[in-house]
């Protein structure tokens, strides 16, 4: 599982211009299984995703397409997740084991 910090970057201003296209990319993400849950970061610092079910190179190219990324709205910090332990409600991201 990946967490993505999507914190405003150089074109924080251009976040207005490019909100309707970022929240189709995000919605994209969702309809394909691939986001499971996505907000704001508090101070208006930006956004977060949680993906899943993808490899960190697909995530990468998934990224690059965002709009906010593509005009530099946002720089894209990623932190990978083996989860080990989930609440129930949770289980299915739990990593298949090896």
Known sequence: MFVVQLKFSTNKALAGEW???????LQKGF????FIASGSLQGQQGGCVLAHGLGRADLDQRLSEDPFVANDVVRAEVIDITVSKTDSRLS?????SA
Do not use: I, Q, T, Y
Request: glycine share 6%.
């Open 19 to 25: 909100m309707s296209a970022h929240k189709a990319w």
């Open 31 to 34: 309809d394909e299984g691939v």
């Open 92 to 96: 299915e991201l739990m990593e298949p």
